[in-house]
């Protein structure tokens, strides 16, 4: 079972370099790409490892390690492609506003809030201390990895239940900084969209075309 489990785990690694690696697929028309990405690395990979974690005593060599740090590559490229699409382009006007983008900032908000869910669970796992209050045992890992996704979105949305909260300064500095990168990235590039006129300028295209 073991043997088994680490094929799996290294095609699924593997796959998204391959896709990638074919003509004109190397974040080409990337923000839909970008979303993908972020979302199979943050969500779909961790998952099969947690799923497979009993079955990885044995680490995957320097091929492993070597497959780890270009995904890990793949995946600050995923997120400075879709950071520059739907907030640097727009603020240095080097494209028009469409009405896509409003799909292309909401995937943009999902996607951040996945990405600081992955953080969260990776700082918690590395400290030897509990990282936030609230949290389940190690013991269960899957619900202890979704736990930090359901603080990260409650995070970025500025709800702040309060039946979890940072214990260390390095959790309250990131939870500061998805607050941060959620209202100014977010809340402002939409902000834009919708006060460009986008929709009323289609609305009077359409009524000359009456």
Sequence with gaps: MDEEWKIIRIVMSVLP????????????????????????????LPI??????????????????VIAIINVGFLIASHVVLIKYTFTDLF?????????????VITTYITLAISFGFIYAIV?????????YGMPPRTDMLHFYFKHMYFSFI??????FG?????????EFLVVLEVLVGVVIVN?????????????????KNGKNK
């Design 188 to 204: 402002i590039t939409l902000a834009l969209i919708v006060g460009s006129g986008i929709f009323n300028l289609n609305e009077e």
């Design 155 to 160: 995070t970025i949305a500025t709800v702040g």
């Design 17 to 44: 370099i391959l896709f990638l690696a074919r003509k004109n697929l190397v974040m080409k028309d990337g923000p839909l790409k970008a979303s993908f990405l972020i979302i199979y690395y943050s969500v779909f």
């Design 124 to 132: 918690s796992l590395s400290s030897s201390q509990p990282v936030f």
């Design 92 to 104: 240095l006007r080097k494209r028009k506003i469409v009405a896509r983008d409003i799909l292309i």
């Design 48 to 65: 099969l490892n947690l799923k497979s974690y009993k079955y990885q005593e044995e680490s995957l060599g320097i091929f492993g390690i």
């Design 163 to 171: 039946d979890v909260y940072p214990l260390t300064m390095l959790a």
